[in-house]
Every structure is written in C-alpha cells, then in structure tokens.
C-alpha cells in the first residue's frame, strides 16, 4: 500500500483529506498521529515525517506533501477521481483554485483562531481565555461567515459552481471546528446552513465518521462550557472511541480479507494493523500475549474487548454497527438460513480449500521438499465435492447462498473459494452458477474485493517461478535424499 496518510481528526485539514480518499475510494494506509500526546513534536516524526512537526502529511511511495490544498491537488490529478473534485477546465479549475487561496486568511485563518483562542488555549493552559481576543476574532470569523453565505453561495449550490469539488470539503471541515468551542456558524445563515447540509449529503457517512471527535467534543463543551481540562473535555477513552476498532489482519488469509472487505463495504471505522505472517509477526511472544494467545490472524479489538474468530466478529460487528439488515437478517429464519452456511463450510469450504491450497503450495515452502501429488489428488477430490455442493445445492435455487440478498455468508465463502486461484484452479469452471455467484458478489463489494483480493493476481503471474522451485525439489531431492 503506497499511499500513506498521517493525520488526526482533530485536524481541519487531516479531517478533508481523510473524507476526500475515503470518498473516492483511493486505497491509503491511516497513519493516525496523536496530537494530544504530542507525537508530532517529536524528534522522530519531524526527522522521518514532516519537520514542520504539523499534520496532515501524505507519504506516496516516497514522494512526501506537507500542505492540505497541495495534496487535494495532487491527489486529484494523480488518482483518477471525478472530475468535479478538481476540474480539468481552466476556468472551472481557476474558480476552485479562487477558494483556495481565498480560504488561508480567511475561512482557515479566523474559524481557527476563534477556536485557538476560546477552547485550545485555555484547554492546554489552563488559564481562561482572554475576551479581548475571543471578540476580536469572533468578529473576524463573523465577517468571513457572512461573506460565504453572502458572496460565495450568493448564486450556487455549492461554493465554486454547480458541483461540489474539494473547495467545498476544505471549506467545511474548516467551519465545523468553532463549534467545539460552542458556536454555531450556521445560526442565522440559511444558505450557509443549507450548503452544510448538502455537503455532508453528498459525502455521507465518510464526513460524519470524520467528524465524531467534533460532535463528541462540541457535546462536552455545551454539557460544561466554564469548566473544561483536556482530561475532562477529551480523555484517552474519548481518543479510543474515535477510531476504537482495530483490525490485525493479512491479505494472504482468507478469513482477514473477508472481514478486510465488510468493514470496508459497511463504513465501518476502522484502524488497520497488519500482521507479517511471511515474518511469523503473529508467532512473536508480543504477538501471542497481546492480541491472540492462537497465533493467527484476523483479530478485532474492539476498545479493549477482543474477538479472534471470523464468523464470531462478523456477527458480532452486524449487531454492534448500524448495518444493512441483509448482511445478517434479524428475522429468525432467514438469520438461521445464513448460520446454516457458515457452520457447514467450517469442515467444508474452509477446510477443503484451504487444504489442497495448503499442499499444493505451502508444504513444499515450509518443508522444503517437492510437492505430495497423491495428497494433492486426495485434497483436489475433496475440494472439487465442497465446489459441486455450493454449485448444485447451496446455488440451486437462488442468487446468493442463503437467499436474494448478499449475507456475511457470501463474503466469507467467496474468499475461500478465491483462495485455489494462487496456485493456478479456476474454481468457476465448469460450474456456470458458481462463477455467476462470485461476480455478482464482486460486483457488491467492489471496489474493496478487487483491492484485498490483488495479492491472489500476484501470486499467479509468479506461479513458474514456483513451478521451477519444485522441479529444483525433485532434482535435489533424487540426488540427496533426505535422511529419515
């Protein structure tokens, strides 16, 4: 994964560029800086990250940004989004470009400095805010509100014409942040009010997700306004909370790219750990004693409360997250119909194509001898019985394998059938409804399947490479056998 992103949602800035690549979908890796800590401040971070000591700042495959409208720039131009974000026509282009430079000693500079004044300051300090100050650039922000809702909206729906473009994401996350301190921009501006509105509208649920330190914060201000501490105000539970799901995963593991892929799909917030299994990170004592006592992967952990099986965290994310209701139906029967698959594949697809996956590849890795072929017919056959099933039994009838909806069910089977692919078995051929079934569960998910499952395509345009590695077995193995 290339593209890396440092950033905090306390951060205006880090806020925008982390809804803009979750918005359009652009694969990045968060890497989530502490400001209340002080990680940006450290010799570390100014030394390998930014030497400003600020964030947000992307790192893409080494080609390093340190300012927010830099980036959206170029990630615009670099990553194949729309072209609304950032127009490729001059005129339409140079109108965003407007906002932008616009924006610094305006929008950036005065909603920032309220904010600084009557919440950081004090909050870090604890003396109380200077009013003096607060007026002054209550006043300050007053005018630059009035000349949004006034100039900049006075004819269009959005701040830079008819579509909404990376101005109008700037723009807002730069208006949400006086509200931690208790104020309102949008009291009194209508049209203001209403392009908030469409805002969040057209970047839904990725502004709001964005936007739960600000919503968390503001709530605790208005509860206490007179008597705030950052410990009081934003403790280490609320930072936990904020993005308190984390997910220890590998690609490589079939389980890890289902639930890779649902939290994806589903908007879930997550914090991405993955764990080196080709390093054996998850045989490390650290590893074993922190996350899970089994040695595998995936694992959540869930602000504290762990979970290291598959089907257990799918379950229990459908309950504990606002999600579709077909991923994990609450009716009885067709709840029942999903856990009727997902206990079946256990001894089944998990197993079966897992275990010729397994022989066919691993072993000859691990144990460096050449390939078992009698255990790789016996595990063929066997996978090839658990593919006919799901074939005429569990797709007989219907479009996904536990009714006309997409289920949990088909995102964890899937991955396991994908899994033969590595070493060169098409699990779709000569099975018309089984092929039918995985497009159309990759049509759902994508564009998230497509991107966990690259590693399958890379693994087959390099399958001759372990083709001659096993031909070198059997040649080493015929002249230097291996003692007993």
């Not at 594949?345 to 197993?351: C, D, E, K, V």
């Amino acid at each position: 994964m290339s593209l890396k992103l440092y950033f905090d949602l306390m951060s205006q800035p880090a806020r925008a560029i982390y809804i803009f690549l979750t918005k359009t979908n652009i694969k990045f890796e968060p890497k989530r800086v502490d400001l209340k800590m002080g990680e940006h401040l450290t010799d570390e971070y100014k030394e390998k990250v930014n030497p400003f000591g600020l964030v947000p700042v992307i790192d893409d495959n080494g080609f390093k940004l340190t300012e927010s409208v830099a980036i959206l720039r170029y990630l615009s131009r670099e990553k194949g989004v729309a072209d609304h974000w950032y127009p490729k026509d001059s005129h339409l282009q140079a109108r965003v470009d407007e906002y932008l430079e616009w924006q610094h000693l305006n929008t950036r500079a005065n909603c920032a400095m309220y904010f600084r004044t009557k919440f950081l300051h004090p909050m870090m300090t604890g003396k109380p805010a200077s009013e003096k100050d607060v007026n002054r650039w209550l006043r300050s922000m007053n005018e630059t509100l009035d000349k949004i809702e006034n100039v900049w909206l006075k004819d269009t729906p959005f701040l830079n014409g008819n579509q909404i473009s990376i101005a109008d994401i700037l723009g807002a996350c730069e208006i949400e942040q006086p509200r931690m301190a208790g104020f309102d921009p949008c009291a009194n501006r209508p049209v203001l009010s209403a392009w908030m509105d469409r805002v969040k509208k057209e970047l839904n649920p990725h502004y709001e997700e964005a936007h739960k330190v600000v919503r968390l914060v503001t709530k605790k201000f208005n509860e206490n306004p007179g008597n705030f501490t950052p410990s009081k105000l934003l403790g280490d539970d609320d930072s936990e909370k904020i993005m308190a799901l984390k997910l220890y995963y590998n690609l490589m593991s079939q389980p890890s790219r289902a639930l890779y892929i649902f939290l994806k799909k589903t908007n879930i917030n997550f914090e991405a750990k993955n764990v080196n299994l080709a390093k054996g990170e998850q045989h490390s004592k650290e590893y074993k004693t922190k996350v899970n006592a089994f040695g595998l992967v995936p694992v959540i952990d869930h602000n504290g409360f762990k979970l290291t099986e598959s089907i257990a965290i799918l379950r229990y994310l459908c309950r504990e997250n606002d999600v579709a209701d077909h991923w994990y139906p609450e009716d009885r029967q067709m709840q029942a119909r999903v856990d009727e698959y997902l206990e079946w594949q256990h001894i089944n697809t998990r197993a079966n194509c897992f275990l010729y996956f397994r022989a066919k590849l691993l072993l000859p890795i691990l144990s460096g001898r050449p390939p078992n072929e009698e255990m790789i017919e016996k595990r063929l056959k066997l996978m090839n019985e658990t593919l006919d099933k799901i074939e005429n039994i569990w797709l007989k009838d219907r479009p996904f394998l536990a009714g006309d909806k997409i289920s949990i069910a088909d995102i964890l089977g899937a991955c396991e059938v994908e899994q033969p692919r590595m070493v060169g078995h098409d699990p779709g051929a000569n099975r018309p409804k089984l092929a039918a079934w995985l497009g159309r569960v990759r049509a759902e998910l994508n564009p998230h399947y497509d991107e966990a499952h690259q590693i399958i395509g890379t693994f087959n345009r390099y399958m001759f490479l372990f083709d001659a590695y096993c031909v070198w077995l059997r040649v080493k193995n015929f002249f230097i056998p291996r003692k007993a």
